[in-house]
């Protein structure tokens, strides 16, 4: 589909994921497991107290391996994303019991405001979010599906350190970023880790 000359960001977000969807659940493991290996050596990693994941949906690189074995770590904390409105907010977990169904059949914590990650937190904990997305480009451009949460929160939390988890055959030319598009700080692939 074209808009004023310009192919719609549906439909490049189209394209990519359906290279992702292509990809067998063989081939998803395996690549996911090099993405957690390549984001394991990062100082960003190592250093943080707490984590915010995102728990993987459909085809996104797999994170539910990771998240077990941050859980298993007791130098780390997990917070994991609910969807509340137009936003999400980050709560802690303790185990993987503590998910359950929530928005489109994602797992989710409960909102449970004695554990919820706060601007506060932030200041206080050497802190790391790990992003999910649709299409994204090597100047680290990256388009999620079109409802700007990552972009919001991220906006809000100004200085958290972030890592978007992405496979190769995920990568455009350039991504069309609009103003309001936050570029993680550095992609971690199977291959290794663009900054």
């Known amino acids: 589909m074209v808009e004023n000359g310009h192919i719609s960001k549906q439909s490049i977000r189209n394209r990519y994921l359906g290279c992702r969807n292509s990809l067998s659940v063989s081939e998803r493991t395996q690549k996911s497991r090099k993405i957690w290996e390549y984001l394991k050596q990062e100082p960003a990693y190592q250093d943080a107290q707490a ?50 169904a929530g928005y489109q059949g994602i797992r989710e914590p409960d909102d449970n405001w004695e554990k919820l990650f706060t601007l506060q937190m932030m200041t206080q904990l050497d ?45 455009a030319k350039k991504v069309p970023m609009e103003e309001h598009d936050i570029r993680p700080e550095i992609i971690v692939t199977e291959n290794g880790v663009i900054r």
């Open 127 to 171: 802190s790391l979010i790990l992003i999910p997305g649709a299409v994204f480009d090597r100047q680290r451009g990256r388009m999620g599906y079109g409802k700007g949460f990552y972009d919001r929160f991220l906006a809000d939390y100004i200085g958290l350190r972030s890592a978007a988890l992405a496979f190769e055959c995920q990568f």
């Open 51 to 100: 984590v915010l994941v995102y728990m993987d949906y459909r085809s996104e690189v797999m994170t539910t391996g990771l998240v077990l074995e941050l859980l298993a770590d007791s130098s780390k904390r997990v917070f994991a994303p609910k969807v509340e409105g137009m936003d999400i907010r980050f709560y802690e977990i303790s185990s993987m019991e503590d998910l359950k």
